[in-house]
């Protein structure tokens, strides 16, 4: 009362110009808010189903790309044209899905990505496209095109870009769901507080003001009120829950939930009657424990009149009175139905994926039990016969060499030299097929006790061919597999003195150089050299570039070490020019590194 008096005595008419000012500033910012925040919701729920298109046709490509892979495997170990339709009718599915995706993706690192992407597609079909053709000409051309891992990493590639894409889009979506939460969050308070104290100020201009224009006035702010609590999208409610009763309930309540409002304020256990029967409880029981002391929030499914389900996120606020006394609650209700479909929608994506993902791991577990099958019969089936013709041949010299013409004893010799080479090759096309299946890990490791145990286990050959070998020392550590490694440079030591010119005598410099975090080991020779054409293809299998009579050798060697240093993620290389020798080099990650 001496507060109300003091007022009095200081102007009340001042007072109450000022606090209905305020209130019509509050309102006029809290709706400038509300409508600004709307319009982000309704930019944001667009931007959802945009993003879960680019997904969708993602998914899509990919299933396109992997069924293309598939009919041109298939067709190129069997020869049905049943795959090579399947592959044919891929294709094309492939341009359209990535074109469709490319239309529709917006966000700039998708775009970047995509474009990524498609070079990675565009060099995968042609590769497919290349050894369908090759087919044509040579099955076991083609097979061996395939068997080089070139499409394998392409696919692998593939497969991480569009991994990448999906992780991506699932991050934008969950940030999106979070900004909206945030925003909603946001738009509730601005609009409960502002509503309050709109309210409040109103109030007591109204008490400051006198007869007639004090009742205008309360009834303006009322209105304001109203008007504020009637533009807002989302459900507007004021409850008091010790009579379970409605106080307030905007248009937007009698919308989502498709129930009038004058049935909801007659019985207020109608909304609470609209939510599915699984729901229900944990619904009442939180409201009933929560709503009076302290903030109640819920999500839960209502069913409309209409059959319509819908999903709600409701939240409420307690409100105490200047003696902290409970007065009601107050609270906002959002319709959450496009974003729990558009959670649903992604988790069925990712789910669908993830099938399609397993089939084709299927498929590929498929086929290598097919090559493991086709590795054993080169393994048992093939040596057995070249064994026997190794053995007949050696027997032939031995027991009847003496009386065999020198034509005789040369085509003898020759039998038994081709079977050698045969057992040779068939050795290294098992180590080849190894390296490609078995588990590579890799340790801390000595480069340079690796190349002296090499160089000891080489030491007749490099005898033999009088080769000097001079490394540089003392040779780092690296991230290898010693087995490995220990293959790789066995074959670059042995081509480094076998591949001289007549007469010349071998010789050999290793040393080693750190290169940002990884080690580069060079072998320098004074061979024959290798003409430039030629550097990037003698690292295939089968690619020799001189007969076996001038040079023996099965055609894998410098395969077999590709394929090893990269199981051990590194890189190798050749520089060189025909008649001035090699610089072979092998690039690992250094021990430094990892630490």
Request: aromatic share 6%.
């Amino acid at each position: 009362m001496e507060r109300i008096t003091h007022y009095k005595r200081g102007g009340l008419s001042s007072f109450g110009v000022t606090a209905v000012v305020v209130a019509l500033l509050l309102t006029a910012v809290s709706s400038s808010v509300l409508v600004l925040n709307l319009w982000r919701l309704d930019a944001s729920r667009v931007e959802v189903a945009r993003i879960n298109t680019v997904l969708k046709q993602v998914a899509d490509l990919h299933e396109a790309v992997r069924a293309a892979e598939t009919g041109q495997r298939g067709f190129l170990l069997t020869g049905d044209q049943r795959y090579l339709a399947t592959y044919e009718q891929a294709v094309p599915r492939v341009w359209s899905n990535l074109e469709a995706a490319e239309r529709t993706v917006r966000v700039p690192q998708q775009v970047q990505r995509l474009a990524s992407l498609r070079a990675l597609i565009e060099s995968k079909l042609d590769e497919l496209a290349n050894t369908v053709a090759l087919h044509a000409r040579s099955q076991n051309a083609a097979l061996q095109v395939v068997r080089s891992d070139i499409g394998q990493q392409l696919m692998e590639r593939i497969d991480a870009s569009i991994h990448e894409m999906r992780d991506a889009g699932s991050r934008i979506l969950e940030a999106q769901s979070a900004d909206e939460r945030r925003d909603a969050a946001w738009s509730t308070t601005v609009a409960i507080l502002s509503g309050v104290l709109a309210l409040a100020a109103a109030v007591l201009g109204v008490f400051s003001l006198v007869g007639k224009r004090a009742q205008t006035r309360l009834f303006e702010a009322e209105e304001r009120f109203r008007n504020l609590a009637t533009n807002i999208q989302e459900a507007f409610w004021v409850s008091d829950p010790r009579t379970s009763t409605l106080l307030y309930i905007n248009p937007a309540f009698e919308r989502i939930w498709g129930l009038a409002r004058a049935a909801l304020y007659k019985n207020a256990r109608l909304w609470l009657e609209a939510i599915v029967p699984e729901d229900r409880e944990r619904v009442r029981g939180s409201y009933a424990e929560h709503a009076a002391r302290g903030t109640y929030d819920e999500t839960y499914r209502i069913t409309r009149p209409d059959g319509a389900l819908r999903w709600i996120r409701d939240r409420g606020w307690p409100v105490h009175d200047e003696n902290d006394k409970f007065e009601y609650v107050v609270g906002i209700a959002e319709d959450i139905t496009q974003v729990r479909q558009a959670q649903d929608a992604l988790a069925a994506l990712n789910a669908d994926l993830e099938r399609r993902v397993e089939d084709r791991t299927q498929a590929l577990a498929e086929v290598n039990r097919e090559l493991d099958a086709f590795a054993y019969s080169i393994s048992h089936d093939l040596r057995a016969p070249l064994r026997a013709m190794q053995g007949y041949a050696d027997a032939l010299i031995e027991d009847f060499g003496s009386g065999l013409p020198a034509e005789g004893r040369h085509y003898t010799q020759r039998i038994a030299a081709a079977a050698t080479r045969m057992e040779d090759l068939i050795a290294d096309i098992l180590a080849y097929s190894r390296l490609a299946k078995d588990e590579v890990s890799v340790r801390p490791e000595s480069l340079e006790a690796v190349l002296d145990q090499v160089l000891a286990d080489l030491e007749p050959v490099l005898t033999r061919r009088e080769a000097a070998v001079r490394v540089k020392r003392p040779l780092p550590e690296v991230q290898a597999n010693r087995v490995v490694l220990r293959q790789a440079l066995n074959n670059l030591i042995t081509n480094a003195v076998k591949f001289v010119g007549p007469g010349d005598r071998p010789a050999v410099s290793v040393h080693a150089e750190l290169r940002s975090g990884r080690v580069r080991l060079w072998i320098d020779d004074n061979g024959i050299g290798i003409a430039s054409e030629h550097q990037q293809r003698i690292f295939a299998p089968f690619q020799r570039l001189h007969g076996v009579e001038a040079y023996p050798g099965t055609g894998i060697g410098l395969a077999i070490v590709r394929r090893a240093v990269t199981r051990m993620s590194g890189a190798c290389g050749v520089e060189s020019e025909f008649g001035q020798g090699s610089r072979f080099w092998i690039e690992l990650r250094s021990v430094e590194q990892r630490a």
